[in-house]
């Protein structure tokens, strides 16, 4: 397969053209997704509603956060996860932002203190992230595939970088099981686009285990 295009000129409906041909492998995905999403939730039932009941308890407002993410081919959609900050996390943002420690138009701190007491737990644990089995129900995420921006982040993404949307976002890739935050910004889109070149149904698989295998006590997690 001839590899993505470096060159800024290039156009992603160009890139689409190329990378979305291959029926048997995105049915084979979509299958994987529905029975891993299931088996996931069914099996992670005790744990939605314990870190549920937790959320609830350790501070005030809902269990869950439902954000607006970009999703495939720019679509977006809203992304729920466990809420891990305190209600007022957005408006605390701009006083925070000169600490960031993540380049590019991301936003991370280590010691970010919108984070509540479970917050911390839930994040490096990445229980947070389990409410995302409902979005690959819906066919919005996938499990495995680059990991959803906020819309402000794409746009300021180079062309290079929103080559990324090609693929449907997933819960797990590259970065979740290489580093994670201590992956720099510009070697993370290496990364996504470095998956869309070589995805297959084994590497799909693959990182589906090796996600499982670094989820507790991940050092990158935050």
């Not at 053209?17 to 979509?30: A, M, P, Q, V």
């Not at 090609?166 to 890739?173: D, E, R, S």
């Not at 590497?203 to 935050?222: M, N």
């Amino acid at each position: 397969m001839q590899q993505l295009e470096r060159n800024s000129s290039v156009t992603h409906v160009e890139i689409v053209r190329e990378y979305d041909k291959n029926l048997g492998y995105f049915i084979t995905k979509r299958i994987i997704d529905i029975i891993g999403a299931l088996c996931g939730i069914l099996i992670m039932s005790p744990v939605l509603i314990v870190v549920g009941i937790w959320v609830k308890l350790d501070s005030k407002g809902p269990a869950f956060f439902a954000q607006n993410r970009v999703g495939k081919d720019g679509m977006q959609f809203k992304m729920y996860k466990f809420r891990s900050m305190c209600m007022d996390a957005e408006g605390l943002l701009d006083k925070l932002r000169k600490d960031n420690e993540m380049s590019g138009p991301m936003f991370k701190i280590k010691e970010d203190p919108r984070i509540t007491k479970i917050g911390r737990f839930i994040r490096k644990t990445s229980i947070d992230e389990l409410p995302q089995l409902f979005n690959i129900l819906k066919g919005e995420m996938s499990i495995v595939g680059p990991r959803p921006s906020l819309p402000k982040e794409v746009a300021q993404f180079t062309a290079f970088q929103k080559q990324r949307l090609i693929a449907k976002p997933g819960l797990t890739c590259y970065w979740q099981v290489r580093g994670r935050n201590n992956i720099g910004f510009d070697e993370w889109m290496e990364m996504d686009v470095e998956y869309i070149e070589e995805r297959n149904t084994f590497i799909d698989i693959k990182l589906i285990f090796k996600t499982v295998g670094v989820l507790f006590g991940d050092e990158g997690a935050r």
